[in-house]
């Protein structure tokens, strides 16, 4: 087999490339909504890989762990939970359907006027930046973050820290006559109050006449 | 360069391959050692039927499953129903790519191996959840949420404890963490980094599902929990993947807390050598100690496992990574001077 190193990366590319866009179609193609979620997964996997092959390793890894672990989990949670039934193809085309198209369209040029201005020969795009090896991009990631973005680093994780909070206070409600169990009572119970031990002398004889009678 | 790219490819099979069949016959072990040891907890024989000294007893097990039929249920969805298994099973094995067994001898020295390998487990999840949907079985769908809000809950308090880990070492590299501990038992992450080391292992044995955090397959309430329905080959695969959890777990607890490869002693003796023996002894330390727990603790109840993780282990951690943080900042010896 000849293969260069070169084609087989770009071979890497197209196949993952094409399973992305794929299992994004996917995503809002297939009619269970179970599917629709799994492709998700997929989708964020395919993706995780093309980030891999420019070599930024701890984003890749990052988006697995953040979307693939956490975010999806509670996503399919819900989707299992709500018992959505499955889409009808008379529910297509109903009245978000046109709305839907327009923003569609509306990214589709962009992304196009976007990719028309990199390919117009601003950045150079035939080359990709590489960097020796053992560089870590950790190190870098964290680096920029603690110093050139640290303030809009901060003020996000405050307003998420904010949404946190604010979820929880939404959604919490106290029922009359709950009976919650109070765990630092639980633990600081004394079993001398609850238990009496009593010495009493064994029973002899009792068994024996029960036995015989049977 | 292209004989040089197909080489690596080959040699890289053949590490995958020993680390695969290597996992394997150990769980195979495993599942063994666990029942002599907590035989012996229970003053009984264990396996001593098969072969000399019921030795043979794994290969017995793994026969008779593979030999059994896989039953569908009724209504259940046939392609996800098999492939959750196989998901379970991937993402175990998918993490030993990072461990450094000794130094040098790791498949994969990449820089971020810590996430790596908290993205993979973590990802164990899936076939918990989608073999519990797919089995169109209540008892399996509520084995599943249990068991998912538990992974969820558990793997916070896990990254923190790693967190901790980065902090101290400096480095996501999982071979320079253990480089950083060289030196004998005292320069070990265990001392200074004490609760998060408790945290980390309990939080593990919580993710693996494991007693007594084993309220996910609770027998007396919802049979075999997520994995009620499976049977046969299928079901051997979901063993095969909490046993490989299990065991990537304690490698991780080895490599970050003891030391990995370095022997405890120091000097220039034949016992100071560091070898891949003290990595693989400090891993059956901690796997003898799932055993132990399991033989030893009642299951918790299931808020009394949320509780402990949201209102224990979180608060611990966070605190404890400041406390890691001043300390490395002041250069306390000996891990930091």
């Known amino acids: 087999m000849m293969i260069s190193p070169e084609l087989f990366q770009q071979l890497i590319f197209y196949v993952f490339a094409t399973f992305t866009v794929g299992s994004a179609m996917a995503v809002i193609s297939v009619k269970n909504t179970i599917y629709s979620a799994l492709f998700l997964v997929l989708c964020f996997f395919n993706t995780a890989v093309l980030w891999l092959l420019i070599e930024a390793e701890f984003l890749a890894i990052t988006l697995v762990l953040v979307y693939v672990g956490a975010v999806m989990v509670l996503f399919l949670f819900v989707v299992m939970m709500l018992d959505v039934k499955q889409a009808k193809a008379s529910q297509l085309k109903q009245s978000y359907t046109k709305a839907a198209i327009l923003i569609a369209a509306a990214m589709l040029v962009e992304l196009m006027m976007l990719f028309g201005y990199k390919l117009s020969g601003q950045i150079p795009t035939n080359e990709l930046i590489r960097q020796e090896q053992g560089y870590s991009n950790v190190q870098e990631v964290g680096m920029e973050l603690f110093t050139h973005y640290v303030y809009p680093f901060e003020i996000a994780a405050v307003v998420l820290l904010v949404a946190i909070v604010a979820a929880i206070m939404l959604t919490l409600r106290k029922r009359d006559g709950n009976k919650q169990m109070d765990a630092a009572k639980q633990i600081n119970i004394n079993p001398a109050e609850r238990v009496r031990i009593v010495s009493m002398k064994a029973e002899k004889g009792h068994g024996q006449d029960r036995g015989e009678e049977s | ?337």
Do not use: C
């Open chain 2, 1 to 337: 360069m292209i004989e040089m790219l197909e080489f690596l490819i080959l040699d890289n099979l053949v590490y995958i391959l020993a680390i695969v069949l290597g996992v394997i016959l150990t769980v195979a072990y495993l599942t063994y050692f666990e029942r002599k040891v907590i035989a012996f907890m229970h003053v009984r024989m264990g396996p001593n039927r098969v072969g000399p000294r019921g030795l043979l007893q794994p290969f017995a097990d793994v026969l008779k499953l593979l030999t059994k039929e896989i039953i569908f249920p009724k209504n259940a969805n046939k392609f996800l129903f098999l492939i959750a298994p196989i998901i379970t099973l991937a993402t175990a094995f998918a993490a030993w790519a990072v461990v450094p067994f000794d130094d040098g001898w790791v498949l994969a020295d990449i820089n971020a191996g810590l996430v790596y390998v908290l993205a993979m487990t973590s990802l164990g999840v899936y076939g918990v959840i989608i073999a519990g949907w797919a089995s169109n079985s209540k008892y399996a769908l509520l084995g599943a949420l249990r068991s998912a809000a538990q992974i969820v809950s558990y793997e916070i308090a896990m990254g923190f404890a790693l967190v901790g880990v980065l902090v101290a070492a400096g480095t996501l590299n999982l071979s320079d963490i253990v480089r950083a501990q060289e030196g004998g038992i005292v320069n070990w992450y265990i001392w200074p980094l004490l609760p998060l080391f408790f945290i980390y292992y309990i939080s593990g044995v919580a993710e693996t599902n494991r007693a007594p955090f084993d309220v996910a397959e609770g027998e007396s309430e919802i049979v075999a929990g997520f994995h009620v329905e499976y049977s046969g080959a299928a079901f051997a695969l979901f063993f095969l993947g909490e046993y490989a959890n299990m065991i990537i777990i304690s490698a991780l607890t080895a490599i970050m807390f003891l030391g990995g490869w370095y022997s405890p002693f120091t000097g220039d003796s034949w016992i100071a050598q560091p070898n891949i023996i003290w990595f693989l002894a400090k891993t059956s330390i901690f796997l003898y100690a799932y055993f132990w727990l399991r033989a030893s603790l009642p299951r918790y109840r299931y808020d009394q496992i949320m509780r402990l993780g949201w209102k224990v282990f979180i608060p611990i951690t966070i605190v404890w990574i400041m406390v890691v943080a001043v300390m490395k900042v002041y250069n306390v010896g000996p891990w930091w001077n």
